[in-house]
């Protein structure tokens, strides 16, 4: 995969759970989940976007506020954010490790 995508289903993930910390965060306090425990995973968060070439970071956060979820998987050759197809030609086409984007919904594609 390429590098910048991999970093980007991680970043991905990691605000997937940060914003569940936020939104349960008492919950997952009685569950021994401390503030402490917030705070690293928000700076290793940061760490991994530093990383993130800014013309990509700017789009994904264009989609994540969009979308709510920016990168997508693709599955049986459809873009599982809004099922288009994902052509054949278009897939051998990524195997040349490029980030690139559902043509349909332009949410960012990676196969898992
Ligand atoms: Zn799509």
Redesign the pocket.
């Known amino acids: 995969m390429n590098p910048q995508l991999q970093i980007l289903v991680a970043l991905q993930d990691m605000e997937g759970m940060i914003k569940e910390v936020e939104t349960q965060g008492e919950e997952l306090e009685g569950m021994g989940f401390t503030h402490g425990g917030i705070e690293n995973l928000k700076s290793a968060r940061d760490d991994l976007a530093a990383k993130v070439d800014p013309r990509h970071m700017s789009w994904y956060r264009r989609l994540t506020e969009k979308f709510g979820h920016a990168v ?1 998987p693709v599955v049986n050759n459809l ?1 599982t ?4 197809n994902i052509p054949a030609q278009f897939v051998s086409k990524t195997n040349a490790s490029r980030v690139q984007k ?6 960012i ?1 990676y196969w898992p």
């Open positions: 997508v873009c954010g809004c099922f288009a559902c043509e349909s919904c332009g949410r594609l």
